[in-house]
């Protein structure tokens, strides 16, 4: 069964790997699909990994376009690097959602008739995989050496508002697939149908390309 309290232990645990060795090359592909007759186990913790993973990689990324002494071509470069991995980023969210539906199906689920949640588990699991990352590096600031005492206080508390934050995401993720596998309400898969990354939609892309 989907447990919100092991998927918050797997982002700090991968974060922490990751932060202490080079995190393992991005994956090629979509989150292979659960068969609908499997248990939700370890091919369920393997595809948030990896979700997690493109998470990881773009904060990064991020931080690289933000250093004062890059140059016009290096914020290019790295604007695109941000693109694709926010576009794998959100296919693998969506790639959670479709495995969980795949393995609700055959069991009548999530009910048509229940009332309709607004966001997916996929989506909150993005965002817990986000809160994640926020922890781990505000709690690296509240004990940076050589900070000022101010300093540490102020990412002291800005650490118990996150963890507070994620604490009740996990318990509203909990709640949403208990509420699912009861029949007392149900989500949707909802494509995010990104623009920009297609040639044939974004018009300062097509618009260049000769006919």
């Avoid at 309290?5 to 699909?33: F, M, N």
């Avoid at 002291?156 to 309400?185: N, P, V």
Wanted: proline share 6%; charged share 25%; with cysteine.
């Amino acid at each position: 069964m989907l447990s919100s309290s092991e998927i918050v232990a797997l982002h700090d645990r991968q974060t922490r790997l990751w932060h202490e060795a080079q995190p393992p090359s991005a994956a090629s592909g979509p989150c292979e699909a659960f068969s609908p007759t499997a248990a939700l186990g370890a091919a369920w913790l393997e595809a948030v990994a990896q979700q997690h993973r493109a998470n990881f990689e773009l904060w990064h990324i991020e931080d690289e376009a933000r250093t004062p002494a890059a140059s016009d071509a290096d914020l290019a470069a790295v604007k695109r690097r941000i693109d694709r991995t926010n576009q794998r980023r959100n296919d693998l969210a969506e790639a959670l959602d479709v495995a969980l539906l795949a393995w609700l199906e055959p069991q009548g689920l999530p009910c048509p008739h229940a009332a309709l949640h607004s966001e997916s588990p996929g989506l909150i699991v993005d965002r817990l995989s986000i809160l994640a990352l926020k922890i781990y590096h505000t709690r690296e600031e509240a004990e940076r050496p050589g900070a000022t005492a101010e300093h540490h206080q102020r990412n002291r508390q800005r650490l118990a508002i996150l963890e507070e934050q994620r604490s009740d995401l996990a318990g509203c993720l909990q709640a949403l697939w208990e509420q699912t596998l009861a029949g007392a309400r149900r989500f949707k898969l909802y494509r995010q149908l990104k623009m920009y990354n297609d040639p044939a939609l974004n018009p300062s892309i097509y618009r260049k390309i000769a006919p």
